[in-house]
């Protein structure tokens, strides 16, 4: 029997899917734990003292993360 992916391999996935453009504005973005429903996330790098983080965490990476995985509620930046 095949098992499906792990909620932390979907989420690495999607994070998977936005971390080539977080990269060219040299940046990373890394899971931290998932809790409760809500993915914590780490902004590194440039991106994580960016004015722009916020906008990044959720139009990219909370979007891309809610698209894979449905028991996600939210995404916060630790």
């Known amino acids: ?3 499906a992916p792990s909620l932390e391999a979907r ?3 999607a994070l998977d899917d936005v971390r080539p453009a977080i990269r ?3 940046g990373d973005v890394w899971l931290v734990e998932v809790r409760d429903r809500v ?3 780490q902004m590194i ?3 994580g003292g960016c004015a722009m983080a916020g906008a990044t965490l959720r139009g990219a990476i909370e979007t891309a993360i809610l698209a894979h ?3 996600i509620e939210r995404v916060e930046s630790v």
């Open 1 to 3: 029997m095949i098992e």
């Open 11 to 13: 989420i690495e996935t």
């Open 24 to 26: 060219r504005d040299g």
């Open 39 to 41: 993915a914590y996330v």
């Open 45 to 47: 790098g440039a991106c």
């Open 69 to 71: 995985c449905k028991e």
